[in-house]
């Protein structure tokens, strides 16, 4: 994709503002994920901005962004969540940066291993000598800004003031989608939750419980016990196998489908508007929407919009309080960039993090 000039002066991020004390070899700044958390990244609000602006980005065309490729090494029977994924990308704006997400995943790496599921590293380049300037921790930036894109997408397609929030999978995406949307929505009143291991649903309900003391949590026996309650319906599980039939929302929901494979092909059939973050990201790797694009049955025309044109207002949000609305966000790095370089832009300002030598 062209990438056309931002708007005013641009300020570039130059390895000259990392180099090392000798002022010979130019160095770059490592930031993990506890001093990630000390500059704010735990928390929602910095996370909401950057997404916000990465959309904006994207529907204006002002961004570089090459079809992630992904990485699997186990048989063609593996599970769909066991990959590795490079997503690498350029956002433009006052502070144009380029970079890349590199973050691997197992599903079962929590059982076998004790391990979290997803771990990754971004990389940050200066864009006008393309020099590497900073290495962060992903895990925590993935799972923030995954959960603030569903809270950007709920300020414009969920009704106004829903109170009841159905979340499916209750591991760290669901905690970091959870504690977003009450940071942003202080009107819920209830969360629904379910897993099929409900140790994960009771842990996350007392997680929740002590920070929260006036939101009533709820464990459901089942999704679609949970689905049926929801406004806000959120999906965070590893299933490779669709399982939320259009017959299970309740009119007006928004279902935030965080992990791509839960609802089956009939509610993107049915639903009254289908979001996505980008198509051409969307329609690929055999996901239910390049299914049902392979099928005939959808098409970039049958899509509303990607969730950058609502965000200017070039198209509109949720109309009415009946309508039926799905986003399918895969995922895209920009958001990853963008939320990236706020960090690293607070990290110089308060001397965070440890200076590297390149060489």
């Not at 949307?181 to 929740?208: G, M, P, S, T």
């Amino acid at each position: 994709m062209s990438m056309k000039a931002a708007g005013g002066t641009a300020q570039t991020i130059s390895p000259e503002q990392t180099r090392s004390n000798n002022g010979k070899a130019p160095t770059l700044l490592y930031l993990d994920r506890e001093t990630i958390a000390s500059l704010g990244g735990e928390r929602s609000d910095l996370y909401v901005e950057a997404i916000e602006q990465a959309l904006t980005l994207h529907a204006r065309g002002e961004y570089v962004q090459p079809l992630k490729p992904y990485l699997r090494t186990d048989s063609k029977d593996g599970h769909i969540a066991d990959r590795i994924i490079a997503m690498p990308a350029h956002i433009g704006g006052d502070t144009p940066m380029s970079g890349i997400k590199w973050i691997g995943s197992k599903h079962d790496n929590p059982q076998r291993k004790g391990l979290e599921r997803a771990s990754g590293i971004i990389a940050l380049n200066d864009p006008q000598s393309n020099y590497p300037v900073a290495i962060l921790e992903a895990g925590l930036i993935s799972s923030m800004r995954t959960a603030a894109v569903t809270a950007v997408a709920a300020r414009h397609l969920a009704r106004k003031n829903f109170r009841r929030v159905s979340c499916i999978g209750c591991g760290l995406i669901a905690s970091a989608q959870l504690r977003t949307l009450l940071e942003q929505f202080a009107h819920i009143e209830e969360l629904h939750l379910y897993d099929v291991n409900a140790a994960a649903a009771e842990r996350l309900r007392d997680e929740l419980a002590s920070r929260y003391m006036n939101i009533k949590i709820h464990i459901e026996q089942s999704a679609e016990n949970a689905v049926r309650q929801g406004e806000v319906v959120v999906t965070c599980t590893v299933t490779d196998t669709p399982y939320i039939p259009y017959e299970w929302l309740q009119k007006g929901v928004f279902v935030s489908n965080t992990s791509i494979m839960d609802v089956q092909k009939d509610v993107f059939l049915k639903a009254d508007k289908v979001v996505v973050d980008d198509w051409d990201q969307s329609n690929r790797e055999k996901k239910m929407i390049n299914q049902l694009v392979l099928e005939g049955s959808f098409s970039r025309e049958s899509l509303y919009a990607e969730l950058g044109e609502i965000v200017i207002g070039q198209k509109a949000g949720r109309e009415s309080d009946e309508e039926i609305i799905i986003l399918n966000p895969m995922g895209m790095a920009i958001e990853d960039i963008s939320c990236a370089r706020h960090i690293y832009l607070k990290a110089l300002e308060e001397k965070a993090g440890v200076s590297l030598k390149l060489y």
